[in-house]
T-cell receptor, first 116, second 118 residues
């Protein structure tokens, strides 16, 4: 089974609107971490936001928030007030807690295009 | 500036010619790891290292070797490259490993190395 599933290969959003990028994960561990990274066309990987499995509050970082629904094993990224510079590939990732706690798993990514 | 430095950034080589991609970090991070990125597959972990002289396989280790003789360096070695190793490679590090419920596990990535094997 896929550890991280991102079901939206590509998405469009109008500038200034909010957008949600979906991510579901699969683990039997109680302790794990969830991450979102942005990859612009220049290729670098930029860390956006982190959520620990024991964190009770959803993580927020500026315009980014992580909608963490533990029972559903989903960790959707919400970008508010989209900007043209948000056009990029977005990757959801997980670091597992016990058995493979040094292994990282990434989804296949979602390409976001922000329209003016 | 805190960073992860990879070299070379671009390389075209031929099948069977051994090559090394270097990775160095200046943040005193304990954990380092290598990934390859292929279209439609996202990033897949090749090898990781918890600390000096401690390395282990990720999901796609075949055809690769690593070593961690110093804390700051974690080179990726392709002993006999093949065309299926054509990919974009990333090195990344984090302060420590093992405590997955901590921001200390956030990975800082290098700029990437695009490798083509003919």
């Amino acid at each position: 089974a896929q550890k991280i599933t991102q079901t939206q290969p590509g998405m469009f959003v109008q500038e200034k609107e909010a957008v949600t990028l979906d991510c579901t994960y699969d683990t039997s561990d109680q302790s794990y971490g969830l991450f979102w990274y942005k990859q612009p066309s220049s290729g670098e990987m930029i860390f956006l936001i982190y959520q620990g499995s024991y964190d009770e509050q959803n993580a927020t970082e500026g315009r980014y928030s992580l909608n963490f629904q533990k029972a559903r094993k989903s960790a959707n990224l919400v970008i508010s007030a989209s900007q043209l510079g948000d056009s990029a590939m977005y990757f959801c990732a997980m670091r597992e807690g016990q058995r493979n706690f040094n292994k990282f798993y990434f989804g296949s990514g979602t390409k976001l295009n922000v329209k003016p | 500036e805190a960073q992860v430095t990879q070299n070379p950034r671009y390389l075209i080589t031929v099948t069977g010619k051994k090559l090394t991609v270097t990775c160095s970090q200046n943040m005193n991070h304990e954990y380092m790891s290598w990934y390859r990125q292929d279209p439609g597959l996202g990033l897949r972990q090749i090898y990781y290292s918890m600390n000096v002289e401690v390395t282990d396989k990720g999901d796609v280790p075949e055809g690769y070797k690593v070593s961690r003789k110093e804390k700051r360096n974690f080179p990726l070695i392709l002993e006999s490259p093949s065309p299926n190793q054509t990919s974009l490679y990333f090195c990344a590090s984090s302060l420590r490993g093992g405590a997955s419920n901590s921001g200390a596990n956030v990975l800082t990535f290098g700029a990437g190395s695009r490798l083509t094997v003919l």
